[in-house]
């Protein structure tokens, strides 16, 4: 028989097995994670809208086009930038908490499926980097989506200023003029906000992860939701 | 000489609450041979849940020791603790806790995963256990689409999963009719008889009697007797007397 059978040391369960788990998930609880996803995708959006509208204003005073437009408001050339700058912090801000609180939650309500994995012979570690595989398509996706509508925000705000102008002048690519800061142009800013969404999400979802993955499993299961 | 499974030495478990200490458990000492049809018996709140917890891993005692298979369970590393979750015993909960976001044969098959075998391998154990606990026809539902009796088969079948040698179940029957309730009980005594599997499992519920080697009532954190089946069987006649 089995008996005094010395009791072996779990495996670490292939990079690849961990991705279709979490792929899985995603796939399941599609509904509930664009919901998690949304926090994500609005603080994107708000970052993106906000930047992309500077530089198109940056772009088209730079080509001489909007001259008229800001000479209305005297102060507006210098006032700009600050406006912006903090438009730009508070609106990463907003993605931040509002990443953070996302993740917090969405790790919570599954707590019990944390504790039913341990008992299946899951590792601390797995359930970690299952999560932030999980948060990171997610902050990804939400990001992408996010910095689409904040795109479309700022276009539709660039048209009602600038009618079509905007696009003979759109600053598609990075650019850096002579008399003013580097220019990321819209493709740069898009990729750096999916890349931003995600690196947030994964740090946001780290901690309680990392936390309910430490409980031993009949605590996490004991919560109820 | 007889085959100890699971040996508890005066365990005991408190849990704090603020600057309250409540003492689920007051110096457990228990001994289960191997093939053992076990049920912990006693009052709502008396600690069964929490024995429960201690002899499968699934948290630590404050004091004591807790032997599986002549190995002291507080001497095991993370990862031998989560290879013993694995390899050696198969959970069933009252509550079923299958995971919504996988099939039943998704299920079924995790604990395999977890234990790093072959993808077709572990599919076909997966059907073959699916239709052992005659679910063959379910096998790609997700948990939400099954009844509470198809649920709790499949959290016997995720138990099968890699041929544990103790079967740990907490009131399996709690939230099933009373015939689903007899039919799960059959085959977790199934799996006892034929494959000669420990079952240890706590219960309120009187159908649970005359299927036990053995009975421990628990109260107040203690373990207040132990029968033995010749003395159950008895009870049980009483107790269809009543009915
Ligand atoms: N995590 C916990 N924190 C605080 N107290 C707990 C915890 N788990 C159990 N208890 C307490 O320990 C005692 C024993 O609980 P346990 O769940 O083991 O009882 P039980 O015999 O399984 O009861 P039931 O038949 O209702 O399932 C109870 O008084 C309970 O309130
Ligand atoms: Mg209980």
Redesign the interface.
């Known amino acids: 028989?089995?008996?005094?059978?010395?009791?072996?040391?779990?495996?670490d369960?292939p990079f690849l097995?961990s991705l279709r788990?979490s792929f899985?998930?995603l796939k399941?609880?599609f509904g509930r994670s664009i919901i998690t996803t949304a926090g994500i995708t609005l603080g994107i959006a708000f970052l993106v809208s906000v930047w992309t509208n500077n530089e198109i204003e940056f772009a088209l005073q730079e080509s001489g086009r909007s001259s008229e437009i800001t000479n209305i408001d005297e102060a507006a050339e210098q006032g700009i930038s600050t406006k912006d700058i903090w438009l730009i912090i508070m609106s990463l801000i907003v993605c931040v908490v509002g990443i953070a609180n996302s993740m917090l939650m969405a790790v919570t309500e599954r707590f019990?499926?944390i504790?039913?994995?341990?008992?299946?012979?899951?590792?601390?570690g797995?359930v970690v980097r299952l999560f932030l595989l999980e948060s990171g398509f997610q902050g990804f996706a939400g990001a992408l989506i996010g910095a689409l509508i904040g795109l479309l925000g700022a276009v539709i705000l660039g048209l009602k200023n600038y009618g079509l102008d905007l696009f003979f002048y759109f600053p598609l690519l990075p650019a850096r003029p002579e008399n003013g800061p580097f220019q990321l142009g819209v493709l740069l800013l898009i990729l750096f906000g999916c890349v931003l969404g995600m690196i947030l999400a994964v740090i946001g979802s780290s901690f309680p992860a990392w936390r309910a993955a430490k409980l031993?499993?009949?605590?996490a299961?004991r919560t109820e939701v | 000489m007889p085959?100890i499974?699971v040996k508890t030495e005066d365990v005991v478990k408190e849990y704090r609450m603020g600057s309250n200490v409540l003492r689920a458990l007051d110096g457990i000492n228990i001994e289960i041979q191997?093939g053992e049809y076990i049920s912990l018996m006693g009052p709502s709140g008396s600690g069964k849940s929490t024995l429960f917890?201690m002899i499968?891993a699934?948290?630590?005692p404050t004091a004591g020791e807790v032997y599986i298979?002549?190995?002291n369970m507080s001497h095991?590393?993370?990862?031998?603790?989560?290879?013993?979750?694995?390899?050696?015993v198969g959970?069933i909960?009252q509550s079923y806790?299958?995971?919504?976001?996988?099939t039943a044969h998704?299920n079924v098959t995790?604990?395999m995963?977890?234990?790093?075998i072959p993808e077709k391998q572990r599919n076909e154990k997966a059907k073959k256990l699916l239709d052992k606990v005659g679910l063959g026809d379910r096998m790609y539902h997700?948990p939400d689409e099954l009844s509470g009796g198809q649920r709790q088969r499949v959290a016997i079948a995720?138990a099968l999963a890699?041929d544990p040698?103790i079967i740990l179940a907490d009131e399996p029957t709690a939230n099933l009719d009373t015939i689903t309730g007899r039919e799960i009980i059959d085959l977790i005594k199934q799996l006892n008889t034929e494959q000669g599997v420990t079952v240890i499992s706590a219960t309120h519920d009187l159908k649970m009697l005359d299927v036990s080697d053995r009975i421990v009532d628990i109260r107040d954190g203690l373990v207040e007797r132990i029968r033995n089946r010749d003395e159950i069987e008895i009870e049980v006649g009483e107790v269809g007397g009543h009915e």
Not at chain 1, 115 to 124: P, Q, S, W
């Open positions: 028989m089995e008996q005094q059978r010395p009791i072996e040391e779990q495996i369960l097995e788990i899985q998930s399941i609880r019990r499926e504790g039913t994995m341990k008992c299946l012979g899951a590792l601390d797995f031993p499993p009949a605590e299961m | 085959d499974v191997r917890n499968g699934l948290d630590r298979d002549g190995q095991l590393s993370q990862r031998q603790i989560a290879a013993f979750r694995c390899h050696r959970y909960f806790n299958l995971l919504n976001v996988r998704g995790l604990p995963i977890f234990a790093g997700l995720r890699n040698s």
